[in-house]
Each structure stands twice: as C-alpha cells, then as structure tokens.
C-alpha cells in the first residue's frame, strides 16, 4: 500500500524556519524522486522542491535559498527545511514521489503551515 504522511507543520511568524518530514512507505523509495507541493484553498498544487533518487535536489525560483529539501533512504523519509518563512508561504504542504503525483495518485492529508505574525 503505498501511502505518504506527512507533518511538522505550526504557525511561525515570518522570518522563522519549521522543517517538514514525509514517510514514505510502499514505495521503491531509494529508486524514487522525491518531491513537495503545496496548494492553498482554491488553488492549484504546485511543486515546491524534488530531489532524485541520487540525492540531487531541485527548487522552484520563489524558494530557492531558503528551503532545504533532504532524503533519508534507511528510514524512507524525506525532509523539507523552511527558513526564512514568509506569508506567502501559508498553505498545505504535500509529499509524493514525482510518478505518483503526475497522475494524481496517493496523496495525503498533508500538514499546514501557517507564517502570521
């Protein structure tokens, strides 16, 4: 069964850092890339960060510099390090093996993240 859960998710005020973890199980973790999203109500979810099954990780342009995204292959876990946080930030953050999301499979509850002063 393939499923993914994610959390560390909070309030923090801008500027702050909350750092994510996703398990991965029933999945063919260290052959997978894997990857974030993230979607506020309303909107589409969009790709935050992947990295590869060689450990090569990938941003988009809007957090580069500021999120870390890191892969334990003896746990299956993968990481998402947010410094620097900023309003913009606030919505629900996903993981997900890029395969799976391409065809919208296997998504979890996701955990919040909320940057308020």
């Known amino acids: 069964q393939v499923q993914f859960v994610e959390s560390g998710g909070g309030l923090v005020q801008p500027g702050g850092s909350l750092r994510l973890s996703c398990a991965a199980s029933g999945v063919l973790f260290s052959a997978s890339t894997m990857a974030w999203y993230r979607q506020a109500p309303g909107n589409q979810r969009t790709l935050v960060a992947f990295?590869?099954?060689?450990?090569?990780?990938n941003y988009v342009e809007s957090v580069k510099g500021r999120f870390l995204i890191t892969r334990d292959a003896t746990k299956g876990m993968v990481y998402l390090q947010m410094n620097s946080l900023k309003p913009e930030d606030t919505t629900v953050y996903y993981c997900?093996?890029?395969?799976?999301?391409?065809?919208?499979?296997?998504w979890g509850q996701g955990t919040q993240v909320t940057v308020s002063s």
């Open positions: 997900n093996t890029l395969r799976w999301a391409t065809v919208g499979k296997y």
């Open positions: 990295i590869t099954n060689t450990g090569v990780p």
